[in-house]
């Protein structure tokens, strides 16, 4: 499967002030209990798997705050025959007087989660739980064509299809060869301008890092998670060059000046 990481790590505070709701139930069988919690004192939501032995009958509008949370793939109540999932956060539950804090530090936080077209920002995750992002090779990148309501490729005045954004498809070279695992491809969206701009001299084999990291949750049969980035940052490959024939004399010459 194309990037299927397990979890993300998420910053519970950079999602926002957080003030508890209620309990409900979710999940396949509906028997999973969950604290619901108002966002910036707005009706926006979260649902939040909280830890063992967790208060449910405190107040509505108890400020909470979370730690160590993460986002799984859930399994969807609806859809489960095709595949469906649901982005699922889970995470430690606490009053806002308590002293403890993530396990992981700030700049770990490295990424961000999104929603929508629009990629709507809803918190801070960790890349490294998903990739290296030094460890990405790529081998291949296609175009992404723009649909209408009716999945229709969309076409200019001209009559060619309108690109929305490239797929740029890597292997995580840590994990190559290792005929085991079918989970090791990468894939990373980046916006149409800046990937013609980056594609020139780019071949197989070439390492890049991306910038500006950005996780959507998709949850169907094809990946769990859709991943954008601003750019990509070639590395260069340092190459140890032999010496020149004038380089070979010039090292003789000093060893020769050494022994006398």
Known sequence: MVNKFGSLSLQGKSIGKL???????????AD???????????????????QAGFDFSIAFGTPLKLIDAKIIAGTARSNQRNGARVATKT?????????????????DYDAVFVSGKDKTVHGRVRSADAFDSHDLVLFRVTPNYKTDNRGEVVRDDYDEPMISNYQFNFIQQSKSGDVGNDDNIVRILVDSAESERLQAGLKPGDKLVPQGLKFAFAGNDATDWTVYADTLVVVEERTQEKPTSSQNKTINSKASTAKD
């Open 32 to 50: 999973v209990a969950v604290a619901m919690l108002n966002v910036n004192n707005t009706l926006n939501t979260e649902n939040v798997t909280p």
């Open 19 to 29: 003030t508890f709701a209620g309990r409900n139930l979710v999940g396949a069988n």
């Open 91 to 107: 995470g430690t539950l606490l009053p806002m007087s308590d002293t403890a804090t993530d396990t992981l530090p700030e700049e």
